[in-house]
């Protein structure tokens, strides 16, 4: 039976899957669609939208969508909650570290911990354990490409701070086939500025300061194909890829009106596209990582605006990845945030702003798209909070993500595609 026909003949049974779920079908991703969750499993993308939480999601949706619309992101057709608290013997709150290390090896740790346990031993990685079942695997970022999120998957480190370090295990321990995304600094040892200056007026505290040697060097040795403009991505064709496109993160996260950039060369879309036309030629399959940043570190700065312009970027990213697994139905695409950042909330746009001036001061109006309504964000703080995390996914195994579960949840449903 070709697996066109089976898929016709499962629809229906789906669909009466998912209105027992209680999940409304009135979305554009039909019966048909959902079918597509019976492939067989074969790739995995994964995508973080980093500090990204309900509220996040709902601005969004507002702000891109309008009042009666809803996000690629949301559409997805099975969705849940998790829950973030880390292991961690100073705070109940956790950082990216310690929820991506949940992600990627199914344990709690402390914050600040790049998939090493409690005591600091270093545990599997999905990223190395997809490689060694003969998958190709890769990350995309706009945050540094050795940043915490991507580094759990593909590196062991007691400190995340070690940039430069998850950088030697990239290419000589856990050898992604595509990394793209900022950090060239951590690249590059001190002196050697390379493709994107040292002390750039943007941010003059942005210079090379790798201590393990030109790795862009050993990773050209290595076979990568290098590359550092979106140009030259658009160009790259096949094999291994490493594409640096920043000295730290693709964007400046500050306050409104202080410096506050989001412009990466290369969207998060584009090198998803990329990512995925690089790694999708394997007939083992694939694990592609995907993260936009500036959603956590503009919450960070109490930015709406900047913040919400990353989560268009995301949406972006996650329609590329949706199209993917439409015509690939062995795709489980996953869209879920590493924690909550800000405490923020949706709130009605009024003249009176309850938690008052500073930091947590409210931003907007925003506009209700097609709407004549606006909104406002709010800030309970520049740090990140205890809030549930929704989780949408679509293809295999998504109907996993039903419910409410820890983030070590995420590991054990991607682990079922990754590790053989
Ligand atoms: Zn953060």
């Known amino acids: 039976m070709t697996f066109r026909s089976r898929r016709w003949l499962l629809a229906p049974v789906v669909a009466g899957a998912v209105a027992a779920a209680g999940l409304s079908l009135a979305n554009p991703i039909t019966a048909a669609d959902a ?7 074969r ?9 990204m939480a309900a509220a996040h999601r709902e601005a969004a949706r507002l702000y891109l969508a309008g009042l009666d619309g809803q996000l690629t992101m949301d559409k997805l057709p099975y969705s849940g909650q998790l829950t973030t608290s880390p292991h961690d013997p100073k705070t109940p709150i956790t950082d990216s570290a310690a929820a991506a290390t949940a992600w990627a090896t199914g344990e709690k740790t402390y914050n600040g911990a790049i998939s090493v346990d409690v005591d600091g031993n270093p545990l599997p990685v999905l990223g190395a354990q997809a490689k060694a079942a003969g998958k190709s695997t890769g990350l995309v970022t706009t945050a540094q490409v050795t940043d915490a999120s991507p580094a759990a998957f593909f590196a062991n480190t007691a400190d995340r701070g070690k940039q430069d370090e998850i950088a030697r295990q990239y290419l000589e321990v856990t050898r992604p086939d595509v990394i793209l995304g900022g950090g060239e600094d951590w690249w590059l040892p001190a002196g050697k500025a390379g493709a994107y200056p040292d002390q750039p007026a943007e941010d003059p505290s942005e210079a090379s300061k790798g201590t393990k040697g030109d790795l862009i060097a050993e990773a050209k040795s290595k076979g990568y194909r290098y590359v550092s403009t979106a140009a030259e991505l658009q160009a790259a064709k096949g094999g291994k890829l490493l594409g640096l496109f920043g000295n730290e993160e693709l964007f400046q996260q500050r306050a409104e009106g202080q410096g506050d950039v989001y412009a990466p060369p290369a969207s998060l879309a584009t090198m998803t596209e990329k990512a995925l036309s690089t790694l999708s030629t394997n007939k083992k399959g694939f694990f592609l990582f995907v ?65 008052g001036d500073g930091i947590s001061a409210e931003d907007g109006p925003f506009p209700i798209k097609g709407s004549g309504q606006s909104f406002k964000l709010d800030w309970t703080t520049s740090g990140h909070t205890g809030a549930d995390v929704p989780v949408t996914a679509y293809g295999p195994l998504a109907e996993q993500f039903t419910g409410k579960h820890p983030n070590t949840h995420v590991h054990d449903v991607l682990a079922q595609i990754l590790t053989h």
Request: aromatic fraction near 4%.
């Open 291 to 355: 993260e936009e940043e500036g959603i956590d570190e503009f919450a960070h700065n109490n930015n709406g605006t900047r913040m919400l312009q990353a989560l268009g970027e995301l949406e972006k990213a996650v329609a590329v990845a949706r199209n993917y697994a439409a015509s690939h139905p062995d795709t489980l695409v996953v869209v879920t945030g590493d924690h909550e950042c800000g405490g923020l909330t949706v709130e009605d746009t009024d003249a009176s702003d309850e938690s």
């Open 43 to 51: 790739n995995v993308i994964f995508i973080n939208g980093d500090g």
């Open 35 to 41: 079918g597509a969750a019976k492939g067989k499993a």
